[in-house]
């Protein structure tokens, strides 16, 4: 049901996680693919037309996983901004970009174990200097991302986020 499991709990670990696609269906792929690397942005509205899930948490809003300035200027959008708004309205939750990207990691894709995606990944979040510790503290926050792969991206920006003082932060996925 995406919930994780009390033992597998821990302090600044996810609550749960939702994943929508199979990324090795090959329709998924196709999806993705076509979304980050052929810059189709209005994909996603159709993909999450008639998606709907239940957390049984009435979340304050959505952080989308910032890519590094650099990347999202190339792209031209950051995709799980996109997700995140498409999600967002359905819920008629807001989007906020409390976090920002410090480092311009190599893309987790090119990674070929969890350790290196981790060691990767590693410190390359903060909270975005225009948000406050109280905009964070206590709030029940859906994280958003395109693709839940090892789960470090999710687990680095869910730390950053519980130490901020986070109280809940699940994770949604377009594909795991």
């Known amino acids: 049901m995406g919930w994780t499991h009390p033992k597998c709990r821990t302090r600044h670990g996810m609550d749960g996680l939702i994943a929508i696609y199979e990324y090795q269906e090959p329709v998924a792929r196709a999806v993705v693919d076509s979304i980050k690397y052929g810059f189709n942005r209005g994909l996603m509205g159709v993909v999450l037309n008639n998606f709907t899930f239940e957390t049984g948490v009435n979340f304050d809003f959505l952080v989308p996983v910032p890519l590094y300035f650099y990347r999202e200027n190339w792209r031209g959008f950051n995709q799980a901004e996109e997700l995140g708004k498409v999600i967002g309205s359905k819920l008629m939750v807001p989007v906020e970009n409390v976090l920002a990207r410090m480092k311009n990691t190599k893309q987790q894709a090119l990674m070929k174990t969890r350790e290196?995606?981790?060691?990767?990944?590693?410190?390359?979040?903060?909270?975005?200097?225009?948000?406050?510790?109280?905009?964070?503290?206590?709030?029940?926050?859906?994280?958003?991302d395109d693709v839940f792969t090892s789960g470090a991206d999710m687990r680095e920006c869910t730390k950053v986020l519980k130490k901020a003082g986070a109280e809940v932060v699940w994770g949604l996925a377009l594909a795991h």
């Open 116 to 144: 290196e995606r981790q060691k990767n990944i590693e410190n390359a979040f903060v909270a975005d200097c225009r948000f406050q510790k109280s905009d964070i503290k206590g709030k029940k926050i859906l994280l958003v």
